[in-house]
């Protein structure tokens, strides 16, 4: 029984929850959160200097091997604060997609300077796109840190294409975001021309997997911050002359916290485990991560902002950036019902 | 990282399924499937034994205490393997899980000689006496009383009180039970671990019906009850210590198997389910799916916690392993209710018995009470876990 991390892979849990704690600040991010939601400066911190952004991307097509557990250990130490980055669509969403299914010139030249960090991609999931040979009429309302974007990976249920920003059909509307460190923008396509990915349906199995894994994964650390910042709290604040950590509603509340959490540790991991080892259970472990870890993580930044009171409800205070993240890792590829109901599907059969 | 097992030890899990597999469709394919605890029981001290004489009893113990000093891994594997079989649960699961265990780490060699082979063997069946009436949740406060009686080598313990929620008593051969020796102390201070021999007349047994309409628990009333000066575990006054002790070990080994039974359930309601059309209900796909999303992650909590090597640290998944079946336990008996709709509410029986379903329903809301409650399980959690103050007491 090896369900634990090696050594190499605690290596890279310190590795990225000290690069996060001492530079992803929550200073930091609310200058991010008032421009486009990327905080630059720790986004090249991030890709050139850290060396982890290639992780889970395959060394022949450019990133640094490893798989879906490096790279949720990342997403994790990432989800933990915050950190306002375009993680998400362009390393995890576009770079698996084009990695998967590029062919070997897309990769080649697209690759490196999405994992450099120097070129930010978006990705557009139309599940009723129009297709006219390459040409793409349809678009997606949501997509994440898409105003910054210059290069799209576009997708339907059975299609992958790329598309430039600023090509011929193209409109880009950045939208006043609830969750600031992660601004959506509407993507409209009409008539655009798709440079088609090769290998379409493992290019959006292969985001969309982990898609999933990292969605979850960031739940789960910004749960267990949420967990930590109120136990943390609850210690430090008096109240009838005692600790508030030391009345048994309040502690039960956390423990409840606890409980939620390390299921939801289970579940990223095993999700992980599962893709990067061809197992029969990804399919849905991956429906299972993404549901739990995201309700776990909105219900932990719920009780934050209750366990801290009135100043949990300041724009002062950080609760409301865990809890406008959560809110949006909910709904972000498929809600909780859509994926139970995946999983219904795969235990019980289609309905009749 | 790694999810599953080894190569020897899926060729382990073989030569598990295949000797359980050829026992229950042979000599003992009457008792296969059973899963209340307290049917057959003679037929099934008989599997204890056979195991025993097979070796397969308590694989994890020394060789040369009956065992096959099995490692963690195969102890798992075995559990899980026993429970996809359909052997029923077993009926000396305090010998071996509880006193077995607590005699190997904290016994002397002349008790590991007298008792672990017959347990081992199936021969010697226990049953467990901590909680009294007025000890539930606050177990410290127990009021048995016991004293050293006689002179020189005739000196024996001398007990008296009541126990309650013995498990099995009625049809076990020694009780574990702990008593307060030292007169006027309190709390956890004072108490002896004592092993006795329920068959003399100082100990009396009477079932207590539950919910279900069965009887697994017992009162016991000990009046003058006698068991030899060295039947205590410890030393006398640290009995608490080895209680905890022998607490810790009901957790581990079993999680995996006892979950291949809560899968046995999940996929009875899901074929209920799909019988009489509740399948196609949404609501219920969607209890369904999180029933499956809970069984899966309590496997790989297990595993997490199985797969730990550093001891020092605080696990969290073992933390909260307890709460996190209990609570899906019982949810899925509401679930099965919820499935099966009013045909539920009714048995075909002439007794009060009841199918799996409906029985899993009730015996459910046990699991959330039995081996420290729901809320015992939060205040372990937020302050062993989580470091937070200790609730003050009342009477201090």
């Given at each position: 029984m090896e369900f634990a991390f090696t050594d190499e892979q605690r290596m890279i849990q310190e590795t990225a929850r000290a690069f996060f704690t001492e530079n992803a600040t929550s200073k930091r991010t609310r200058l991010a959160m008032a421009g486009d939601g990327i905080d630059r400066a720790l986004w090249t911190a991030f890709c050139q200097?850290?060396?982890?952004?290639?992780?889970?991307?395959a060394e022949n097509a450019g990133g640094a091997g490893l798989g879906l557990v490096e790279m949720a250990i990342i997403a994790e130490m990432a989800g933990a604060q915050v950190a306002a980055l375009p993680m998400l669509g362009s390393l995890v969403l576009s770079a698996q997609a084009i990695a998967a299914g590029g062919n070997s010139a897309q990769k080649r030249d697209l690759l490196p300077s999405i994992l450099s960090g120097a070129r930010i991609a978006g990705y557009v999931h139309d599940a009723e796109l129009r297709t006219d040979g390459e040409l793409l009429t349809g678009g997606c309302?949501?997509?994440?840190h898409g105003g910054s974007a210059s290069l799209f990976v576009v997708t339907c249920n059975d299609g992958a294409w790329i598309i430039r920003a600023?090509?011929?059909g193209v409109t880009v509307t950045p939208l006043t975001t609830m969750d600031q460190t992660r601004p959506y923008a509407r993507v409209l396509l009409s008539g655009a021309r798709g440079e088609p990915l090769a290998e379409a349906s493992a290019a959006i199995t292969a985001a969309h997997r982990a898609g999933f894994v990292a969605l979850a994964a960031e739940a789960l650390g910004g749960a267990q911050s949420c967990l930590d910042r109120t136990v943390a709290y609850s210690l430090q604040r008096v109240q009838f002359g005692r600790q508030?950590?030391?009345?048994q509603a309040y502690k039960h509340r956390l423990a409840d916290m606890m409980i939620e959490i390390e299921q939801a540790r289970s579940a990223v991991y095993w999700a992980a485990c599962a893709v990067d080892e061809g197992s029969d259970e990804a399919a849905l472990a991956v429906h299972a991560a993404k549901s739990f870890a995201a309700d776990t993580f909105f219900r932990c930044a719920g009780d934050m902002i209750q366990l801290h009171?009135?100043?949990?409800?300041?724009?002062?205070?950080?609760a409301h950036l865990f809890f406008k993240r959560a809110r949006a890792i909910q709904t972000a590829l498929g809600n909780g019902a859509w994926h139970r109901a995946q999983i219904a599907t795969m235990v019980l059969g289609a309905t009749v | 990282m790694k999810l599953g097992f080894s190569a020897a030890d899926e060729l382990f899990r073989q030569e598990c399924a295949e000797w359980l597999n050829a026992q229950m469709s042979d000599e003992f394919r009457d008792i296969?499937?059973?899963?209340?605890?307290?049917?057959?029981p003679e037929r099934r001290k008989e599997w204890e034994q056979h195991l025993g004489a097979h070796k397969?009893?308590?694989?994890?113990?020394?060789e040369k205490w009956?065992?096959?000093?099995?490692?963690l891994a195969q102890q798992v594997i075995f559990a899980e393997e026993y429970a996809r079989a359909g052997v029923p649960g077993r009926v000396n699961h305090i010998g071996i899980e509880l006193a077995g265990p607590t005699i190997l780490a904290f016994g002397t060699d002349e008790q590991k000689r007298r008792f672990l082979p017959d347990i081992a063997a199936g021969k010697t069946i226990f049953c467990q006496g901590f909680s009294e009436p007025n000890a539930g949740?606050?177990?410290?406060?127990?009021?048995t009383k016991g004293r050293l009686e006689g002179f020189g080598g005739n000196q024996e313990w001398v007990v008296n009180g009541q126990k309650i929620w013995t498990s099995l008593a009625h049809i076990s051969d020694w009780i574990l039970l702990i008593a307060?020796?030292?007169?006027g102390s309190k709390g956890p201070k004072g108490l002896t671990f004592l092993m006795m021999p329920?068959?003399?007349?100082g100990i009396e047994i009477r079932g207590i019906t539950q919910i279900n309409g069965d009887a697994e628990f017992n009162e016991t009333f000990l009046t003058d009850a006698r068991c030899p000066?060295?039947?205590?575990?410890?030393?006398?006054?640290?009995g608490w210590k080895i209680a905890m002790g022998l607490l810790?070990?009901?957790?581990?080994?079993?999680t995996l198997g006892q979950q291949m039974g809560f899968r046995n359930e999940l996929d009875e309601i899901i074929d209920a389910a799909k019988e009489n059309g509740a399948a196609n209900d949404p609501q219920i796909r969607q209890r369904i799916a999180r029933a499956e999303i809970g069984l899966r992650l309590m496997r790989y909590g297990a595993l997490r916690m199985l797969s730990?090597?550093?001891?020092?640290k605080i696990d969290g998944a073992a933390l909260t392993y307890k709460i996190q079946w209990a609570s899906w336990r019982r949810n899925l008996g509401e679930l099965a209710m919820e499935v099966l709709g009013?045909?539920?509410?009714?048995?075909?029986?002439?007794?009060?018995e009841w199918d799996t379903l409906p029985n899993l329903f009730l015996y459910s809301r046990a699991d959330t009470i039995y081996g420290g409650t729901n809320q015992i399980q939060r205040n372990l959690i937020a302050e062993r876990g989580l470091g937070l103050p200790r609730e003050p007491r009342g009477d201090k």
């Open positions: 200097d850290l060396g982890l952004s290639g992780i889970g991307i309302g949501f997509v994440a600023d090509a011929p508030i950590g030391s009345f009171g009135g100043i949990g409800f300041t724009w002062e205070h950080d | 296969k499937g059973i899963t209340k605890l307290t049917a057959s397969w009893s308590c694989i994890g113990w020394p009956g065992g096959r000093g099995a490692t949740s606050d177990l410290a406060s127990v009021r307060r020796t030292e007169e329920i068959d003399q007349e000066a060295d039947s205590l575990i410890g030393a006398i006054g640290e810790a070990f009901e957790r581990g080994v079993s730990q090597t550093d001891h020092s009013q045909a539920g509410e009714v048995t075909n029986k002439a007794e009060y």
